[in-house]
């Protein structure tokens, strides 16, 4: 039951990984606040990617994946998005709720659950 | 850590397994739109032993269950069900929280983690 | 793949255990409704320290947080009890969104994933 953690903050790590498994943290598009939610996805898309090539997995891997959208309105834009990143025939569980994240610049945020290689 | 997925389709899959335990995707009541919070209860909860069934697994072996209700005042009505349903000694860690959905036409959205059996 | 539980009551379980991996109930303030949400903050964190002693585990451990505030406005005094209780270079990976919760009362949720020792 070893614990190995990816950037570990004095408030949360980047990702957490045990039996092969990820846990990362929620991610948001801390370099495009207040943009429009499709280029939020786009940005919070690649740092998943970053974050799991760092782990040696990749979004092939996704085991689930729960978004939060400041506005549900924003339901097909993120969608858009997501259908063009995610790999078909490998995709994760899913839920996707609207919440106020915490602050107002930003549109979504995602948290998901990865499996490691090998 | 082979992963296997149940009816992976372009956006996510229905479930995905790794290490013998399971993801659901958030189950919400298709066919029971803008019905009572009760009824869209007892199809997600049908839904969930379907999705369980399929995986070797039932409801006795939930691990986690992440409740959304879009009206935090159906609190009791969804408990209703959720209580008739799920099996005494053997429940499940939950949260429930209240949250808009994809849609207004569904009361309450629910994702589950499970362990299969062997 | 053995499920071993805490507390299994009618509605749910403390905390559900497998592969050496805990799903903890989200915890909320039962002592201090109405408290402002550091107090409510102070009794969480002492709940989980409690639930994860009893497990055999400890806040060291922890893979997973999902933080629930009824008004995210309460986002820097959640923060001040929660940054002095995680252990430094120990943190889990993090998610916080706005939601009303079961019961005005409650000004947070908190839901975590922790691995067990040995």
Redesign the interface.
């Known amino acids: 039951?070893e614990?190995t953690?990816l950037d570990?903050?004095?408030?949360?790590?980047?990702?957490?990984v045990?039996?092969?498994?990820a846990?990362?943290?929620?991610q948001i598009a801390e370099d495009h606040p207040n943009a429009p939610v499709g280029e939020q996805m786009r940005e919070i898309t690649a740092r998943i990617d970053a974050v799991l090539a760092r782990l040696g997995s990749d979004k092939s891997?996704?085991?689930?994946?729960?978004i939060?959208l400041a506005d549900?309105g924003d339901?097909a834009a993120m969608?858009a998005v997501?259908?063009a990143w995610?790999v078909?025939?490998?995709?994760?569980?899913?839920?996707?709720?609207?919440?106020?994240?915490?602050a107002p610049a930003y549109a979504v945020?995602v948290?998901v659950?990865a499996?490691?290689?090998?």
Chains 1, 2, 3 share one sequence.
């Open positions: 039951m614990i953690r570990p903050g004095p408030r949360m790590s980047e990702a957490t045990c039996n092969g498994i846990w990362l943290a929620g891997r996704l085991l689930s994946a729960t939060y549900i339901f969608n997501w259908d995610v078909p025939g490998h995709t994760p569980a899913r839920a996707t709720v609207e919440a106020r994240l915490a945020e948290q659950v499996a490691l290689n090998g």
